[in-house]
């Protein structure tokens, strides 16, 4: 991906390296902005010479440009529209995939007036690329490009849509990193065949062409945007040298951006813009002096010549990259190094170096160093001849290691537990995040516990400390175990979770026999007269902290018995009623619950946040109607929700909601953690190459299925299908064999369904 800039640049992404410019050489050295002839001069430049390729010469004019290795002997060749990455096993063959004509063909003046496709602008290469012909190129159609505030369909990065001045008819948007490029092919089609192949203007484009095939305008003024914003970046100059070398021209606003500055595109005649003079010469004899995390460069000041710089643009990159800058354009001081770029104005009053801090350990940057004269709308850059680059690495460090301090303990009911997570080698300048989650067992157990972030601080070896609550419940359960992980860490220096990446925490139970079982009515819910929804709580008859959010309660409804609580519809928040932590188990569950109004009811019902149920109504308004029995097992602590299944479920009621219980005087099996409810864990790694690590837990014996889809449905592996025992289970994937891609993996056991996602990424 390329940077983009608006106040500030974003991250680049580079694919090859070279030279820069270096086949422009001297194509443009009879071209000058000031002259009379200047658009004529430019285009005879770009049209003689020139050598036609036809479309379908595809394995000579693209593959060996923009197809990239991968492993295995695969390739990989990106939508420039969406982004998309299609990996395959050479010889390439376009299925998915078409050449994209950035100037839709159906716009070109000799195809209109009689069909014809067989002069050179129909397979000209400035304005061919590759894309998704399904879900990216065949969705553009012949529409124009633009922002799109309201779109209608989108795919990865690339969306379709509208804007204020689309006139409501639809446009196409593709990814930030290839709006300049297909911005420049745009204009560069225009330059190159207006009048000699019909008229390419705009004008005659959005006043004749367009509005004759029903589509909205193409905004010129977008286009040029694109062209400051997303300006050419060292893979958009290495195409364009691929292209000069088959087809002997180049894309001239690939090399200056500034030449759109001076040429009027809805009728191709000259503008006059007015820039500050440019500077005449490069700093020479550039040094890199590394160390840890800054490196400092220095320079030997240009002579004045002609021109003298006012100052000097300073690019970095974690990647051998830079970018082209546009007269005209400002790029703001980042100083922020740590997302992999930066760029930095050095004045030529404020001396001849520049110390950049903040930089990775035993990392390579390169530096790229252009001259300009001039502030604001009025700089001028200097981009032309041999442009001073440098790199440099940083001095190395060893990888940073989080792990637990411990990798298990035993505690009694009741009290608190200090769970300690330690570092080793920790960044002298970067902070270390890791999460801390529940992988099995009950989070009830330890105060239902949810993942919280661990940090460390740059340059600290201290351990950083969780309070675990460990809940004393009235339930004879016996030893109870729950296990936590590490996962997601970010930051620090090439960092890694190491063992022990696990903690297992065994709570020795200290109850008597009890029955357990309970009651809610609802009789302390807030009373309201009118049908204003709030968020609040309550105290439940179980002795717990209950809490709604988006609900309310009218005490002359029908039916149910008053007070009960009424849930919202269509609200940014769903509406949710929430038990505390209720003790004794939940074994089977009931409830009464209403239609009272006219959208159907779409209501969840969760045990420790776990969907155990849904009710639903088909236009049944004002019928009192029962849950019937959910059978939910889960011993010792738990909480009850009830929860709108989106917002645009309809108003429900619920009341008199009573459970059993569910406990058991038996220890579990010290070597055997039989989790209290069905589990799904997130594969590791995530992404992974090829092979991932699949976690799951079967709080009873089930029949088991575990497969991985595609995105469209379609089966790619069966990892496990048969009758597993209880317990906590772990299975590999192996993508060796599947492309690049997202995946789902969907696991069955018993009446329990759970999917998520995988990335596999070569």
Same mark, same amino acid.
């Given at each position: 991906?390329?940077?983009?800039?608006?106040?500030?640049?974003?991250?680049?992404?580079?694919?090859?390296?070279?030279?820069?410019?270096?086949?422009?050489?001297?194509?443009?050295?009879?071209?000058?902005?000031?002259?009379?002839?200047?658009?004529?001069?430019?285009?005879?430049?770009?049209?003689?010479?020139?050598?036609?390729?036809?479309?379908?010469?595809?394995?000579?004019?693209?593959?060996?440009?923009?197809?990239?290795?991968?492993?295995?002997?695969?390739?990989?060749?990106?939508?420039?529209?969406?982004?998309?990455?299609?990996?395959?096993?050479?010889?390439?063959?376009?299925?998915?995939?078409?050449?994209?004509?950035?100037?839709?063909?159906?716009?070109?003046?000799?195809?209109?007036?009689?069909?014809?496709?067989?002069?050179?602008?129909?397979?000209?290469?400035?304005?061919?690329?590759?894309?998704?012909?399904?879900?990216?190129?065949?969705?553009?159609?012949?529409?124009?490009?633009?922002?799109?505030?309201?779109?209608?369909?989108?795919?990865?990065?690339?969306?379709?849509?509208?804007?204020?001045?689309?006139?409501?008819?639809?446009?196409?948007?593709?990814?930030?990193?290839?709006?300049?490029?297909?911005?420049?092919?745009?204009?560069?089609?225009?330059?190159?065949?207006?009048?000699?192949?019909?008229?390419?203007?705009?004008?005659?484009?959005?006043?004749?062409?367009?509005?004759?095939?029903?589509?909205?305008?193409?905004?010129?003024?977008?286009?040029?945007?694109?062209?400051?914003?997303?300006?050419?970046?060292?893979?958009?100059?290495?195409?364009?040298?691929?292209?000069?070398?088959?087809?002997?021209?180049?894309?001239?606003?690939?090399?200056?951006?500034?030449?759109?500055?001076?040429?009027?595109?809805?009728?191709?005649?000259?503008?006059?813009?007015?820039?500050?003079?440019?500077?005449?010469?490069?700093?020479?004899?550039?040094?890199?002096?590394?160390?840890?995390?800054?490196?400092?460069?220095?320079?030997?000041?240009?002579?004045?010549?002609?021109?003298?710089?006012?100052?000097?643009?300073?690019?970095?990159?974690?990647?051998?990259?830079?970018?082209?800058?546009?007269?005209?354009?400002?790029?703001?001081?980042?100083?922020?190094?740590?997302?992999?770029?930066?760029?930095?104005?050095?004045?030529?009053?404020?001396?001849?170096?520049?110390?950049?801090?903040?930089?990775?350990?035993?990392?390579?940057?390169?530096?790229?160093?252009?001259?300009?004269?001039?502030?604001?709308?009025?700089?001028?850059?200097?981009?032309?001849?041999?442009?001073?680059?440098?790199?440099?690495?940083?001095?190395?460090?060893?990888?940073?290691?989080?792990?637990?301090?411990?990798?298990?303990?035993?505690?009694?009911?009741?009290?608190?537990?200090?769970?300690?997570?330690?570092?080793?080698? @920790?960044? !002298? %300048?970067?902070?270390?995040?890791?999460? /801390?989650?529940? $992988?099995?067992? =009950?989070?009830?157990?330890? +105060? &239902?516990?949810?993942?919280?972030?661990?940090?460390?601080?740059?340059?600290?070896?201290?351990?950083?400390?969780?309070?675990?609550?460990?809940?004393?419940?009235?339930?004879?359960?016996?030893?109870?175990?729950?296990?936590?992980?590490?996962?997601?860490?970010?930051?620090?220096?090439?960092?890694?979770?190491?063992?022990?990446?696990?903690?297992?925490?065994?709570?020795?139970?200290?109850?008597?026999?009890?029955?357990?079982?309970?009651?809610?009515?609802?009789?302390?819910?807030?009373?309201?007269?009118?049908?204003?929804?709030?968020?609040?709580?309550?105290?439940?008859?179980?002795?717990?902290?209950?809490?709604?959010?988006?609900?309310?309660?009218?005490?002359?409804?029908?039916?149910?018995?008053? @007070?009960? !609580? %009424?849930?919202?519809?269509?609200?940014? /928040?769903?509406? $949710?009623?929430? =038990?505390?932590?209720?003790? +004794? &188990?939940?074994?089977?569950?009931?409830?009464?619950?209403?239609?009272?109004?006219?959208?159907?009811?779409?209501?969840?019902?969760?045990?420790?946040?776990?969907?155990?149920?849904?009710?639903?109504?088909?236009?049944?308004?004002?019928?009192?109607?029962?849950?019937?029995?959910?059978?939910?097992?889960?011993?010792?602590?738990?909480?009850?929700?009830?929860?709108?299944?989106?917002?645009?479920?309809?108003?429900?009621?619920?009341?008199?909601?009573?459970?059993?219980?569910?406990?058991?005087?038996?220890?579990?099996?010290?070597?055997?953690?039989?989790?209290?409810?069905?589990?799904?864990?997130?594969?590791?790694?995530?992404?992974?190459?090829?092979?991932?690590?699949?976690?799951?837990?079967?709080?009873?014996?089930?029949?088991?299925?575990?497969?991985?889809?595609?995105?469209?449905?379609?089966?790619?592996?069966?990892?496990?299908? &048969?009758?597993?025992?209880?317990?906590?289970?772990?299975?590999?994937?192996?993508?060796?064999?599947?492309?690049?891609?997202?995946?789902?993996?969907?696991?069955?056991?018993?009446?329990?369904?759970?999917?998520?996602?995988?990335?596999?990424?070569?």
């Amino acid at each position: 991906m390329k940077k983009t800039f608006t106040t500030r640049l974003l991250l680049f992404f580079v694919l090859l390296s070279s030279s820069l410019f270096a086949q422009a050489g001297t194509y443009y050295d009879k071209i000058s902005t000031s002259s009379s002839t200047f658009i004529q001069d430019l285009q005879n430049c770009i049209r003689s010479p020139y050598q036609k390729w036809t479309y379908d010469d595809y394995k000579t004019t693209m593959i060996p440009y923009v197809s990239r290795d991968t492993s295995n002997g695969r390739k990989v060749i990106t939508c420039v529209y969406s982004g998309e990455n299609y990996v395959y096993t050479p010889p390439f063959a376009w299925i998915p995939y078409s050449r994209e004509h950035t100037w839709c063909h159906s716009w070109m003046p000799a195809y209109l007036n009689n069909k014809d496709d067989s002069g050179p602008e129909y397979s000209d290469q400035h304005h061919l690329f590759p894309a998704n012909q399904d879900k990216a190129n065949g969705i553009r159609s012949n529409h124009p490009l633009g922002n799109v505030t309201n779109a209608t369909y989108q795919y990865l990065e690339g969306k379709l849509g509208t804007n204020a001045n689309s006139q409501g008819k639809e446009i196409w948007e593709p990814r930030a990193s290839h709006k300049g490029d297909a911005a420049r092919a745009l204009l560069y089609m225009s330059l190159k065949y207006n009048g000699v192949r019909g008229d390419w203007t705009f004008n005659h484009l959005n006043s004749v062409t367009l509005p004759n095939s029903g589509e909205a305008p193409e905004d010129l003024n977008t286009l040029l945007e694109w062209n400051r914003q997303d300006p050419p970046d060292k893979w958009e100059v290495e195409r364009n040298n691929y292209v000069q070398s088959i087809q002997l021209n180049r894309n001239p606003f690939v090399d200056h951006p500034e030449y759109v500055n001076y040429i009027n595109f809805n009728d191709l005649t000259a503008l006059n813009p007015t820039f500050a003079a440019e500077p005449e010469n490069y700093p020479s004899a550039i040094t890199a002096n590394a160390k840890d995390s800054s490196i400092t460069l220095k320079w030997i000041k240009p002579a004045d010549g002609a021109q003298a710089p006012s100052g000097y643009l300073v690019q970095v990159f974690e990647k051998d990259n830079y970018f082209i800058p546009m007269d005209g354009a400002v790029y703001t001081d980042d100083s922020n190094i740590l997302d992999g770029w930066g760029v930095f104005n050095v004045p030529a009053s404020a001396g001849d170096s520049i110390q950049i801090c903040k930089l990775k350990t035993g990392t390579t940057y390169y530096f790229t160093v252009y001259s300009y004269n001039g502030t604001g709308n009025q700089i001028n850059y200097k981009i032309g001849g041999t442009v001073p680059k440098i790199n440099a690495r940083t001095a190395g460090a060893s990888a940073t290691a989080v792990y637990f301090t411990s990798e298990r303990a035993t505690v009694n009911e009741g009290g608190t537990y200090q769970l300690s997570v330690s570092i080793s080698d @920790p960044s !002298p %300048v970067n902070p270390t995040t890791v999460e /801390v989650a529940v $992988s099995s067992g =009950s989070a009830a157990y330890i +105060g &239902g516990f949810k993942t919280q972030t661990v940090t460390f601080p740059a340059n600290s070896s201290a351990p950083q400390i969780i309070t675990l609550n460990l809940t004393d419940d009235n339930v004879v359960l016996g030893t109870q175990t729950v296990a936590l992980k590490l996962q997601n860490v970010q930051g620090g220096n090439f960092t890694s979770i190491k063992l022990p990446s696990t903690f297992t925490l065994s709570i020795l139970d200290n109850d008597g026999s009890q029955q357990g079982g309970g009651f809610e009515d609802f009789a302390n819910f807030p009373t309201s007269t009118s049908s204003g929804y709030t968020s609040g709580s309550f105290k439940g008859k179980d002795g717990s902290q209950w809490s709604y959010v988006g609900c309310y309660q009218n005490p002359t409804a029908p039916l149910l018995t008053p @007070p009960f !609580p %009424v849930f919202q519809r269509g609200s940014k /928040v769903i509406s $949710s009623v929430t =038990s505390g932590i209720i003790q +004794g &188990g939940c074994g089977v569950l009931n409830f009464k619950y209403m239609q009272p109004f006219s959208t159907n009811v779409y209501l969840g019902v969760y045990v420790n946040d776990q969907l155990v149920g849904t009710v639903t109504t088909n236009n049944q308004m004002s019928v009192e109607a029962a849950s019937g029995p959910i059978t939910v097992n889960v011993a010792g602590p738990f909480t009850l929700k009830f929860q709108q299944i989106d917002a645009s479920s309809g108003q429900a009621s619920i009341d008199d909601v009573q459970w059993t219980g569910y406990g058991t005087s038996d220890v579990n099996d010290s070597k055997t953690t039989i989790p209290q409810t069905m589990y799904l864990e997130q594969s590791y790694p995530n992404p992974c190459n090829p092979e991932a690590v699949i976690s799951y837990g079967l709080n009873e014996n089930s029949h088991v299925s575990l497969k991985v889809y595609n995105t469209i449905g379609v089966e790619v592996a069966s990892l496990v299908n &048969g009758y597993q025992t209880a317990g906590m289970h772990t299975v590999k994937f192996n993508g060796s064999g599947l492309p690049s891609g997202i995946y789902l993996y969907r696991l069955e056991a018993g009446k329990y369904t759970f999917t998520r996602k995988l990335v596999l990424l070569k």
